[in-house]
């Protein structure tokens, strides 16, 4: 009994051994996995549980707004919510019926939205920068896993006003075109971070904002608002009465370079370009190459008076309007026997643009095209630009040659034409087109960064003023009489251009287009009006009926002197200027920022480089014109104060100033003072030389760029 007694007690004490042992490492087991749960795997775990309970936003920052040079916003941003789901806090039932809620507030159908929250991904959007009653709709209906963040919304108050120019910005807030893309980097900002921390039913709980958003630098267009209203409302117009397919206007400003308007037509609602075919988003004027036609006439006499190989008065056989090139004859809209070369531009005949393209020969022929810009990208602030189709003159064969004289077999853009033309309104000189004005400061004011930039000297002034008269003559008498604006005087030259269709020229489908500029002796705008495909009178008189209007309305807007007035009014367009830059004192009618209306042409634009100080030139006595062409020509834009000639200035003569520098000319009557006392010097008297660059062959501008 003692025995059976012991072995029972030495069993039952092995059973509690064991299962102290066991109990033991089981312990051990517990705190060896707490130890690693809560030691080894902190960091791990701490990061799982944030991934569950919460989630980084990126927060858009506030894009910069767009404004034409007078400072009107044309395109701003403005705050918006956005509709996000965690599809975590919807299952079985609860999605069909949360989904049936939701579709009654947002623009989609319950199994759109079904589709989105059912799942276990952490975050959904629902409806990206809803409108107000959607918002308020849904936030009525408190549904767990349902959450609103704030987000920023482009929005172009003027709808399609300057819409080709502006581009439009996608859903992510990044530009997709025009200055909206171009210029992204600067008008974007910053993103920022928000993190989010939602509840065990998912549901919003706190938010905290890790890093703030930077908002993007206001951007100041070379546009005014008004003057790119008038080109639009002409241009379609225009469209609209000849059935034409598209069409496109430019309205430059000589002495600078500066667009004022660019327009082309049919246009979009950047607000809603997604209702518009992508076709109609692009920048015709600046991607879209066609032949000029006649316009390009402009290059081709340029070339002939500055070689020598003509005069205005040389009769020259048109050959009863056609002329035989190889297996090709050439026509002329008329029957001409012999014309004047003043008669070949005012007539345009194409058989005498060919008789004298065969004088200057090929090599000559291509260096003036080149130095006139075609063949080169202009660097303009707007994307897909073209650089047009020139091949290398080593290529032409006689009718390449032939017809380029005319505008044929060369591809150029709008934007080309139009600064080739501004040439002659410059006396001479290739301005880069700009578009660009300046950017806001910290506090939103305008911090100027555009200065003219000369590219080159094209031809010598003389034959800039002798090739103007010719144009002047194309206008009063010839094709582009359509063109006459009463009061002013305008040089200009319109283009009838065939449709290059399948590899032939269409007999129906035609370019029309007119080029020139007003005043003819002091320009203020240049301008090109191209209507494509337009129905019945396809001639460029279409197109210059068209620049009439337009200049018309825009030398009033500019308060231009009629042509013969001798006395420079200060004009009163762009009124806002102490707004914009925030000044207490009158700034500069004539300042670069907000426009010149009334200059002549800018004479000699020397290359201005930072830190160079020029000599104020000495200007007493001269009329309001030609003292602003002095003073221009050395980068500093004065203040003009009254009307007639100039009777005081500030800073006097021999000062040296810096280039943007502020001075004052005080104008006023003088006795015995007559149109002008004194005349802008011609320091350039050639610019080309054949088979050179306009730039690499004026020793002129050698000189000015080694000073």
């Known amino acids: 009994m003692t025995y059976q007694a012991s072995r029972t007690l030495g069993r039952f004490e092995l059973r509690l051994l064991v299962l102290g042992l066991v109990t033991s ?99 959904v959007w629902l409806e990206r920068k809803a409108n107000r009653s959607a918002v308020q709709c849904v936030r009525d209906l408190d549904l767990a896993g349902i959450g609103f963040l704030g987000e920023s919304r482009r929005f172009y108050p003027k709808h399609t006003l300057a819409s080709h120019v502006l581009g439009y910005v996608g859903l992510d807030n990044e530009g997709m075109s025009g200055v909206e893309y171009t210029l992204e980097d600067r008008i974007r900002g910053e993103s920022g971070r928000r993190l989010v921390w939602t509840d065990a039913r998912n549901r919003r709980a706190a938010s905290r904002v890790e ?92 070339a002939a008076l500055a070689e020598n190989v003509t005069t205005e008065d040389e009769r020259i056989d048109c050959g009863q309007g056609s002329i035989r090139i190889g297996t090709h004859v050439i026509h002329d809209a008329g029957s001409f026997d012999f014309l004047t070369f003043r008669d070949v531009v005012v007539k345009s005949s194409n058989v005498g643009m060919v008789r004298i393209g065969q004088r200057l020969g090929k090599k000559r022929m291509e260096s003036y095209i080149r130095a006139f810009g075609f063949g080169e990208l202009s660097g303009i602030e707007l994307p897909g630009e073209s650089r047009g189709i020139l091949r290398p003159s080593e290529e032409w064969v006689p009718l390449s040659q032939a017809s380029i004289t005319f505008g044929q077999e060369i591809g150029v853009t709008p934007l080309q034409m139009v600064a080739a033309a501004n040439v002659l309104a410059t006396s001479g000189y290739l301005m880069r087109p700009q578009l660009v004005l300046g950017f806001g400061d910290e506090s939103g004011r305008l911090s100027p960064t555009f200065s003219p930039e000369p590219i080159r000297r094209v031809v010598d002034e003389q034959t800039a003023s002798r090739l103007t008269a010719l144009l002047v003559g194309a206008v009063d008498t010839g094709t582009g009489r359509r063109a006459r604006v009463p009061g002013y005087r305008v040089a200009g030259k319109t283009g009838t251009a065939q449709k290059a269709v399948r590899g032939r020229y269409s007999k129906t489908d035609y370019i029309a287009s007119f080029v020139g500029f007003a005043p003819a002796e002091a320009p203020a705008l240049t301008a090109l009006v191209i209507l494509d495909s337009p129905e019945g009178d396809h001639s460029g008189s279409r197109a210059a009926a068209v620049f009439a209007k337009i200049a018309g309305r825009v030398l009033r807007y500019l308060q231009i002197p009629s042509s013969g007035q001798p006395e420079l009014r200060v004009a009163k367009q762009w009124p806002q200027v102490e707004t914009i830059l925030g000044r207490g004192d009158r700034a500069a009618p004539g300042s670069p920022e907000f426009g010149l ?94 088979g050179a660059s306009a730039r690499e062959s004026s020793t002129e501008w050698k000189r000015m760029e080694s000073a």
């Not at 089981?26 to 902190?42: I, K, P, Q, Y």
């Not at 990061?47 to 309970?53: N, V």
């Not at 299952?91 to 989904?99: I, K, L």
């Not at 500093?636 to 000062?655: C, S």
């Open 25 to 123: 490492l089981f312990v051990l087991a517990l705190v060896a996995r707490l130890v690693h749960l809560t030691v080894g795997m902190r960091d791990d775990l701490r990061e799982r549980a944030e991934l569950q309970q919460s989630h980084t936003l990126r927060l858009d920052p506030t894009r910069g707004a767009v404004r034409d040079r007078n400072g009107r916003e044309l395109a701003t941003s403005v705050e918006v919510e956005s509709v996000y789901a965690v599809p975590a806090s919807f299952s079985g039932p609860a999605v069909e019926r949360a989904a049936e809620r939701l579709s009654g507030c947002l623009p989609l159908s319950s199994s759109a939205i079904a589709s989105r929250i059912e799942g276990t991904k952490r975050f």
């Open 597 to 690: 209306s009334g200059v002549g042409p800018w004479r000699e634009p020397g290359p201005v480089r930072p830190g160079e100080g020029v000599s104020t030139p000495d200007v007493v006595g001269l009329s309001a014109r030609d003292a602003l062409g002095h003073f221009l020509a050395h980068g500093v834009v004065p203040e003009i104060l009254g009307t007639g000639w100039v009777v005081e200035q500030d800073p006097p003569p021999g000062e040296i100033l810096e280039p943007g520098s502020r001075a004052r000319l005080f104008l006023g009557t003088l006795a015995g003072v007559g149109r002008a006392t004194k005349a802008l010097p011609t320091k350039v008297d050639r610019a080309l030389v054949a």
């Open 211 to 302: 890093q703030r958003p930077v908002p993007g630098q206001a951007v100041y267009l070379t546009i005014d608002e008004n003057l790119q209203h008038i080109v639009e409302s002409e241009l379609e117009q225009a469209v609209g009465d000849s059935r034409a397919e598209s069409g496109i206007v430019i309205l430059m400003r000589p002495a600078t370079g500066e667009l004022l308007a660019m327009a082309s037509f049919p246009g979009f609602n950047p607000n809603r370009y997604v209702d518009y075919p992508s076709a109609s988003w692009r920048s015709r004027p600046v991607t879209d190459v066609y032949e000029p036609g006649s316009t390009f006439k402009i290059v081709t006499a340029a």
